[in-house]
């Protein structure tokens, strides 16, 4: 028997405050019969669809320190979403079905998000020979997107021929968009502040040049491409010029790129450390407005927790990247401000389109899943790294205060957050 909620007074996207019955799963009919249901207060919330995630390192198997599938659910419905993408540079990498498998089989006992996972593109990430893509998408986590992030894939024949494969089943290659000569032994956005520290840069056509050639291979052999954390200003042009001539080319852009630059590096505190790294104003502006144009589709976390002993060290030695899920919400809110709308379709449908997760990125309304988030616009509230239900403390927002806080979020109608804590 799965519970009944009736949720009162929350106001679907902006619209008018209505009530939502909540019954077997679905939104029920309004007016339908609400007795023994547990009600949930939602006067002053607003509801979006369940987030969805594309881009989430959960680091089981291996690296269970830093993360759990279980811990980084908890920290992805706190944060509104009600699935996650899970990142295949794991250890084992997640290149065969026997790890996709298992990371998807972990992310049902959990049951706090539907956990998708990705495949790796090429053996153990190591960019030599294709895994074992059809079997990865005809295993029970049925992988639809594959990528080496953290890596690129950056031998074009390579590149070539895992869009040819995943074409047969409308699969993704999501690509970290890296020249790895240009980025060798780079440390920090290559700029003005890096000559200033001395520190190694990694220049932006870096990244630029992989999107550039991979719009053409996508083009060429007419299959999806997916990039990852654009960070660069023209990238967006190179992306630009892509969609007009009718790739079929998708692209994501991270919370902390639309609202940190590379200055933060002059702190020399690694928690400011990511790849690819915070760039500059120029580089924000041009994201933040991408954005809201549509030419870059969604908002996705590249949540990267790691161990204190990968963090806490000499900038040189740490290892990149940042927590996010239960922050990102309240950025894009303070960068996109409460355009209810454009938030649900780049956090919410368009990722779930991407990854074919036909149960999320639905409004809810009557017959729909009750697979949805309720958000409190006014609170304000300040990032506490030890209050994160991730196992990792690598957020570059402690201290921070953000706008707008999670109250509860709900996955096939089960709560999985109510009163703003997780339930399990
Ligand atoms: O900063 C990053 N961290 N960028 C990546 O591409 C990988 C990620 C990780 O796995 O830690
Ligand atoms: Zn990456």
New binding site residues.
Partial sequence: MSSTFLVKGVSVLGAEPTDLLIRDGVVAEVGGDARGAQVVDAAGLVALPGLVDLHT?LREPGREDAETVESGSRAAALGGYTAVCA?A?TSPVADTAGVVEQVWRLGREAGLVDVQPIGAVTVGLAGQHLAELGAMATSAAKVRIFSD??HCVSDARLMRRALEYVKAFDGVIAQ?AEEPRLTEGAQMHEGEVSARLGLTGWPAVAEEAIIARDALLAGHVGARLHV??VSTAGSVDVIRQAKAAGVRVTAEVTPHHLLLTDERATSYDPVFK??PPLRTKTDVAALRSALAEGLIDIVAT?H?P?AVEDKECEWAYA????IGLETALSIVLDVLGPDWELIAERMSRTPARIAGLTEHGRTPAPGEPATFTLFDPAARWEVDPTGSASRSRNTPYAGMTLPGRIVATFLRGEPTVLDGKAVK
Avoid: K, L
Avoid at 319 to 322: L, S
């Fill in positions: 390192h990142m540079n992030d953290g970290h990852c954390h990511v790849n590249d990267a790691h290892r990149p990247g940042m």
